[in-house]
């Protein structure tokens, strides 16, 4: 077809749809153009949203307290861009954000994630009329949306290289797990909470932890059968441990660790348990023959307070717990 | 679309000629461009001599250590010149002895020395990764760095700098930061005095001793008392003007150009990497530095701001490109930030005319914030209305941080209430606004002496800000 006709032909549809309109509904008049200058502003009109996002460990990025000594409180400006960051669709989906100047206090807020260049918000609809003009988006649900801030570590890549990007039934993105709809129901839109690793409900579904007996010795696995990703992902001050101690002992036997260590511990490579992935690990310690107890304990800063003697009761909590007989 | 294109051009230049526009604010590919006219000069530099024979055998190459180890004096020096005279074809074996394991260190040692002594860039390169070695994997021999920071000088070559400079951010070891600070200044820059300042407050005693004496020698050798003055002059950019007493090689410039590529990387790592080296490099760096301001890729202009702000006063050369970069909006509230660390009161005419009301937010933000850095003087007009309770908070605040910097003790009053909620309302924002009340506090002298002490007695108190907000708000009560 001749694209000029195209345009014309296009042109009268659309034409005659505006004039439909036109006569029998009049738009109601283009909100005015408003500049937000805080997130604060959207609890007026989002109390649900808000209130939840309060809840988020976004809103705590620029005041979470291990933030703010790991970056001595933000003097290693190095630590600002994600933690404090200009308008995701400002820098533009997948590009890094950079770090913004004013109210750093809320952290990844409502404008972070939603506000577009064009100073409206970006939504699921356009609603010209509503006061923030929000612009249906579909970049905003995209895996590439949370990458600026969420790929350092390869969380989004870990994602595509598993089953869950995979179109078809088992597909199953960020958003999926992370940001469900409230209640199930699409029509009520997305929870902004964001669960991760503070929320033990949603580490528990991440691995399953299962003993048995081959010939005799104990056999530990650590399945990843629910995160999207390695377990655990992106912050390197994450780790998972496996213990095991024979039954009616008090103190745990450290057997395996699951965690990409910082950059400066060279002696120490990458454990993550990528998406889909088993670890084996045989027990092979003759105190395993007789009835043992195993269990899986998730911590969110590395190391331990005594590192020959670990104590994961009290400095981590506990995931999953298993037993096996003699 | 070309049409479309020309005829435009054509009304424009038909249009009568009122007040010449500025120029519009040029993004291209600046990096780029540096980098191939360096990789061109580089390439004309005349090559290092071919190797006249084939390399030599480790074995061949310990025996010519061991007679260096071996001899004293003039024997001692002839055969490092034998190790010199054999050049490229005794690198390889040297690189390789850098990290045996099963000899004696003495050989170890005395091929550090060979390798500065050749000084080719492949000899250097093979220092340079041995200093490295501990960010790759565990190094059991944590003196070998130390080695070769101390031997490096002797291959005089510039460029090396941009890795010891990197290296200060990595090294654990504090006798290998100590020999890095010691070459860095044999070259010309005091990058250092931050590590030895550290070890001089740690709990290694001898170590601490021995950065504090390296300290007081560059003070001495400056006129200046002691280190805490040493300190602060290079920050505040005394010693710029003998930095890189000679003009630095298309190597070392290649680097630098590196280096501002490397803003634009995806990981950070080589960013944050990059954003060290470069602002403590030297002041060709901040002509480079004030070049990359006008660089099309966003990440390196907006990153180049960062690092002059960081620089501080010792990048004064870039005061008239940033006041340009005000123009362009992504580059605009980091250039204005780097206006405010860098001090030059001549800018702050350009930074109060950010603070008009059709400027976009972050901006007029990041102007007031510069001004509370710069001191407002003569500015009071623009800033006085903000303090408006219709203003934004981030912007009140910033506005009242800029005035108090040119108010009195008596006159504050409304300066100091808006600080003090500032401060009570959130202890993680604190910091800055303290900043700016220990700078006032210091301005107004005698009448505030009382105030001073027990603002400075909280300074360890666990509910210092909320305690600071409170002495502050009592003192601006009665004015208000």
Known sequence: ?326 | MRRLASVWLFVAACAPASEPAPAPYTLEPVVVRELSTLEAALAREPASPRPAGPPLELSEARDLLGAVVGSEGKLRLAALDDLKQLGERVVPALRAELVATDDDPALRAAAVEALAEIASPSAIEALLERLERARREPDPEPWMRAHCAWRLPLAKADWAADRLLLALKYETDYETVIWLARSLEASGSLAGVVGLDVIARGPDAERAAEATSVLQAWADARQLAGPAELIAAYHGGEFVAREEPTPPSVRARLRTWTRIQSLSEWQLRGVDDARFVLVQSGPSAVDALAKALHDENRYVRVHAAQVLERMGPRARAAVDPLIDALRERELAPPAARALGRIGEARARRALAAELDAARRFELRVAAARALADLGAEGEEGALQPLLDPATPLDLRNAAASALLSVRGFDDAGAELALIAAAIEANAAEAPPYEATVERWLARVGEPAAELRTRWAELASDPERPRKRAELLAALAQPRT
Not at chain 1, 96 to 118: F, M, N, Q, S, Y
Not at chain 1, 156 to 184: E, F
Not at chain 1, 223 to 231: F, K, L, S, T
């Open chain 1, 1 to 326: 077809m001749n694209p000029g006709r195209i345009v014309l032909a296009l042109a009268v549809v659309g034409l005659s749809a505006w004039l439909l309109l036109a006569v029998f509904r009049p738009p109601p008049p283009p909100a005015p153009p408003r500049a937000f200058t805080s997130s604060s502003e959207c609890r007026d009109c989002h109390a649900g949203a808000y209130a939840e996002w309060q809840e988020s460990w976004h809103s705590k990025a620029w005041v979470d307290s291990d933030v703010r000594m790991l970056s001595n409180d933000f003097a290693n400006t190095d630590c600002i861009d994600c933690h404090a960051p200009r308008p995701v669709f400002e820098t533009g989906i997948g590009q890094r954000v950079l770090p913004r100047e004013t109210r750093r206090v809320e952290g990844v807020d409502c404008i972070a994630c939603h506000l577009r260049p064009d100073d409206r918000i970006a939504g699921t609809i356009d609603a010209p009329s509503a006061a923030c003009r929000p612009v249906a988006t579909r970049e905003l649900a995209n895996v590439d949306f949370c990458a600026p801030c969420h790929n350092q570590h390869n969380t989004v890549d870990q994602w595509r290289a598993s089953k869950y990007a995979q179109p078809g039934p088992g597909y199953q993105d960020c958003l999926s797990c992370h940001m469900p709809y409230r209640d199930g129901d699409p029509s009520k839109g997305r929870d902004h909470r964001m669960h991760g690793g503070h929320d033990l409900e949603l580490v528990k579904r991440a691995v399953e932890l299962r003993v048995k007996r081959v010939d005799g010795k104990a056999v530990v696995e650590v399945e990843n059968v629910g995160a999207g990703h390695n377990y655990p992902t992106d912050e390197r001050s994450r780790a998972s441990d496996l213990f095991w101690r024979p039954r009616g002992e008090t103190t745990w036997r450290h057997l395996y660790r699951f965690r990409n260590p910082y950059r400066f511990e060279v002696d120490l490579p990458n454990t993550e348990l990528p998406a889909h992935a088993t670890l084996t690990r045989e027990i092979d310690d003759p105190a395993a023959a007789g009835a043992i107890e195993v269990a899986l304990f998730y911590k969110f800063s590395p190391y331990w307070t005594t590192p020959t003697a670990p104590d994961p009761e009290r400095e981590a909590v506990l995931v999953h717990r298993a037993e096996l007989e003699p």
